[in-house]
Nanobody, 115 residues
Framework: QVQLVESGGGLVQPEGSLRLSCAASGSIINILRMGWYRQAPGKQRELVAAITNGGTRNYADSVKGRFTISRDIAKLTVFLQMNNLKPEDTAVYYC?????????WGQGTQVTVSS
């Protein structure tokens, strides 16, 4: 089992910034990818950004140039720096970790972008 603890969500005005953190613990061997996903009301969960154990990053087109994923390998923590936030970024953000064939999820953190 992999345990994930997220932090950093909240309410921010348009064009503002937030930084999300996700710390992994437990059975951490063979983690292949760590990433952030989001789910807005009435919509499916979607990939926002991910980073593989080799350091390859990929982003949803809607966040390229605004969001940056990074990690602290020693602390098994992944970060999502979100800049120039837009109202359409409002969603519950989930940390997701792929370990072997299994996907593990955090509890989710709400991000609301509103004036």
């Amino acid at each position: 089992q992999v345990q994930l603890v997220e932090s950093g969500g909240g309410l921010v005005q348009p064009e503002g910034s937030l930084r999300l953190s996700c710390a992994a613990s437990g059975s951490i061997i063979n983690i292949l990818r760590m990433g952030w996903y989001r789910q807005a009301p009435g919509k499916q969960r979607e990939l926002v950004a991910a980073i593989t154990n080799g350091g390859t990053r990929n982003y949803a087109d809607s966040v390229k140039g605004r969001f940056t994923i990074s990690r602290d390998i020693a602390k098994l923590t992944v970060f999502l720096q979100m800049n120039n936030l837009k109202p359409e970024d409002t969603a519950v953000y989930y940390c997701g970790v792929l370990r072997g064939p299994d996907m593990y999820w955090g509890q989710g953190t709400q991000v609301t972008v509103s004036s």
